[in-house]
């Protein structure tokens, strides 16, 4: 019998689900701690608190739809604050000094409009974290050939591996839109290295191949992490449009000499 897994929130209760979510929320917690300013927003995936290690006085957290009434709250799961397309923020423009987007570009039916929008609502220097599954990867090979039998009717009975929900978005094509749109990629990483296994058994047992991974395939990492910072061209800091006067040396007065 074939296993599907429909969405992000029962593929994330599963045992690899919850072994990415531990990477990713570590690598959120040290990407954002040490980034000042007053206002950052998260945007989807509640599984994550990805600003809990950030000072900003103003942090939200956006979902694309409400929480249903009466759902059982999930443990480590952030508060919701507003409920926004990602494709149309009710923000000013260059109002945000942070976004955080984990998972959300894949999920989304136009992830380039939402980077647009992120790039309108970003002040100068602000910064972009994006998190994705990387489709060059043995959970990304899985996941495309379940696909591809899907569409030509064969079953071989693994079903799908990752959540059947939006599309890839490989770190190589993420670069190319955040180019475009006059973003400069500050740092990015890869992780979870393990194969595409359902049991916490088989995860625990190839647990060393995080390591190695890192070591002598790092691109190949099941997920991808990336941190991007906006760039205004042409602009520069501007010193205040006076400057006081320096008061004129005295012109020397010749004095006779009497004898």
């Known amino acids: 019998m074939t296993e599907k897994i429909i969405g992000l929130t029962e593929w994330f209760a599963t045992p690899p689900g919850q072994y990415l979510l531990a990477w990713e929320q570590a690598q959120f917690d040290l990407a954002v701690a040490d980034l000042f300013g007053y206002n950052a927003l998260q945007l989807g995936l509640p599984e994550l608190d990805t600003l809990r290690s950030n000072r900003m006085p103003h942090r939200w957290l956006a979902l694309p739809e409400p929480v249903e009434p009466g759902a059982a709250p999930v443990a480590g799961q952030a508060a919701v604050a507003l409920v926004t397309d990602a494709a149309a923020l009710p ?9 955080v987007l984990p998972h959300t570009l894949e999920l989304s ?6 980077l647009r929008e992120v790039e309108r609502v ?3 220097e602000g910064r972009v974290v994006v998190s994705g599954f990387n489709p060059a990867s043995w959970w990304g090979f899985r ?5 591809l039998w899907e569409r030509t009717g064969i079953d071989d009975g693994s079903g799908l591996y ?7 978005i490989g770190p190589w094509r993420l670069r190319d839109w955040l ?11 890869y ?6 296994v359902r049991t916490e058994k088989w995860l625990q047992r190839t647990a060393w191949m995080d390591r190695a991974g890192a070591r002598w395939w790092p691109v190949f990492g099941a997920v991808y992490f990336a941190v991007a910072v906006k760039r205004v061209r042409g602009m520069r800091v501007l010193g205040p449009a006076w400057k006081p006067r320096r008061a004129k040396a005295a012109a020397p007065v010749p004095v006779a000499n009497r004898h």
């Open 162 to 168: 990752l959540p059947d929900a939006g599309e890839f």
């Open 109 to 114: 039916a136009d992830p380039h409009h939402v």
């Open 179 to 189: 180019r475009l749109l006059s973003f400069e990629i500050e740092s990015d990483r």
């Open 122 to 124: 970003l002040v100068p």
């Open 91 to 99: 923000f000013p423009a260059a109002s945000l000094d942070l976004l």
């Open 143 to 147: 996941q495309g050939r379940a696909r």
């Open 191 to 196: 992780g979870c290295y393990r194969p595409a």
